[in-house]
């Protein structure tokens, strides 16, 4: 079993939106996944994220856990840590 700290969170916000969750502490139904590109491309190609988050993986964060997109990870500015600031 890995430590949480090694896993990546992605949730999906009250608002309906998927992100990746890199503070892990937004409110919202959460899945954690290995942070390893191997674990990430089986969660997604195997649909194990989106049954975790009862939701589609939206196409740009498909390809983000993927690794053929850039970066599509949160700053503070869009909500921060519990819906501050």
Do not use: F, I, S
Request: hydrophobic share 40%.
């Amino acid at each position: 079993m890995r430590e949480k700290g090694d896993l990546l969170r992605v949730v999906r916000t009250p608002d309906g939106r998927v992100v990746v969750d890199p503070t892990g502490r937004l409110a919202g139904r959460g899945a954690y996944v290995c942070d390893d590109p191997a674990c990430r491309a089986a969660a997604v190609k195997k649909g194990a994220l989106a049954r975790a988050l009862a939701v589609p993986v939206p196409d740009a964060l498909r390809e983000e856990l993927l690794g053929t997109a850039a970066p599509l990870t949160m700053t503070m500015d869009e909500g921060g840590v519990r819906g501050q600031k």
